[in-house]
């Protein structure tokens, strides 16, 4: 009588996540988010070095570059064992690449500019070189890391010949290199002869991964909250520096109600709820990094407001203060689409009254300016409660 096989001892076993096993984030995790507390800081920072367009470009560049680290790392620990040695080796060691390209923001487009793209390329690279022998029983799961590194190791060329040139060039190099890092995302990875990553191994945790995008939304908020914190001008009157300091701290807390509020509160079920979850990976990257970047340039605007609250509002200054509310509402419209197939009209009509207010603000105090923001934001989430109040709790409906 033939003998049954001996199971296989959990440590020789493939890292891959057993898809029926519940899936919470663990502490290693949350230790691995505080690189991006730095990250933002100093991207929100270095935003009012040199205000302008090129500063601007720049400041999304690093901010795109820093979130992909992040929202591949959190893919990676979503599809993968996180509790396996293998990959908690893995998690740190993005963590102490995360934190290396941290440190060449302020200068990564001046003399850190290899370090930057260096440390970037080199983590998605290493990440595949690591799971393809890890995961060499699994064949699929194999060939999805080995789709997922090539479409990184054609990027990688833009990226590191960009941080050999200087000026506009790099600039654009990095763009074309992070085009295709998004594209290729956004398309399944396809290779020539692999075809593209199966739907089936696209699907994803609900509640691990969108307890994974709140937290990082956090994270953003955690930055506002740093600046409105710590920049506290001493050259002008008490009045305005707690008139500014009030207008930075509502402004957070409006970003934080108008996010949670239904979608915010509601996203695990959406992704549960979905025919096919996977295609919430389409999106979901894109929309929180369109929210995420509202909130950093918003902090932007709480340092300058806070350091020069008086005198005239420059169109560069008015550009910051207005844009990041209107970038987070852009964010916000889509990702209450992603979760209810539909569009409140407080989203796109949040955007045009910042952008009716804009010439008046010109003649203005930066303090008004961001006192206007803070009012059009309170406006949305004002229609937001109202259009729920005393109805009975609307049950997700993401499009199919």
Do not use: C
């Not at 539909?342 to 009716?356: E, Y």
Request: hydrophobic share 50%.
């Amino acid at each position: 009588m033939p003998t049954a096989k001996p199971e296989q001892p959990a440590e020789r076993r493939p890292p891959v996540r057993d898809p029926e096993a519940p899936r919470r984030v663990t502490l290693l995790e949350l230790f691995f988010d505080l690189v991006y507390v730095v990250a933002l800081s100093l991207i929100s920072r270095g935003l009012i070095t040199e205000v302008g367009w090129e500063r601007g470009l720049q400041s999304l560049i690093m901010l795109m570059a820093m979130w992909w680290t992040w929202a591949i790392t959190t893919l990676v620990t979503d599809m993968y064992d996180p509790h396996r040695t293998e990959i908690k080796l893995l998690i740190v060691a993005v963590m102490f690449g995360a934190l290396l390209m941290t440190t060449a923001i302020p200068e990564a487009f001046g003399s850190r500019g290899l370090v930057f793209a260096g440390t970037y390329v080199a983590i998605h690279l290493g990440r595949g070189l690591f799971l393809m022998p890890t995961v060499r029983r699994h064949r699929q799961t194999q060939r999805r890391a080995a789709r997922i590194f090539l479409w990184f190791a054609i990027s990688a060329i833009p990226w590191l010949v960009g941080a050999k040139v200087g000026g506009h060039a790099r600039e654009a190099l990095w763009v074309l290199a992070l085009g295709i890092d998004y594209l290729g995302f956004r398309l399944a990875y396809p290779v020539p002869g692999l075809g593209v990553v199966p739907d089936a191994q696209r699907n994803v945790t609900a509640e691990h991964l969108s307890e994974r995008y709140q937290q990082f939304f956090i994270i953003a908020l955690g930055d506002a909250i740093l600046v409105t914190g710590t920049v506290f001008s001493l050259h002008h009157s008490e009045a305005e520096n707690i008139g500014a300091f009030a207008i930075a701290f509502a402004t957070t807390l409006l970003l934080w109600r108008i996010y949670v509020h239904k979608s915010g509160e509601l996203l695990p079920h959406a992704i549960a709820m979905s025919k096919q979850p996977g295609k919430f990976l389409n999106t979901a990257p894109y929309t929180h990094l369109l929210m995420v970047a509202g909130v950093v340039t918003s902090a932007s605007g709480f340092d300058l407001v806070l350091l020069e609250p008086t005198g005239h509002t420059p169109p560069a200054w008015l550009g910051i203060i207005l844009g990041g509310p209107a970038l987070f509402l852009a964010g916000r419209a889509a990702f209450e689409y992603e979760v209810f197939s539909r569009v409140s009209l407080s989203r796109p009509g949040g955007i045009l009254a910042l952008l009716a207010i804009t010439p008046g603000l010109l003649f203005l105090a930066p303090i008004y300016a961001a006192l206007g923001a803070m009012l059009v934001l309170a406006g949305v989430a004002v229609a937001d409660h109202l259009r729920s109040r005393g109805r009975p709790p609307e049950d997700p409906a993401p499009p199919h």
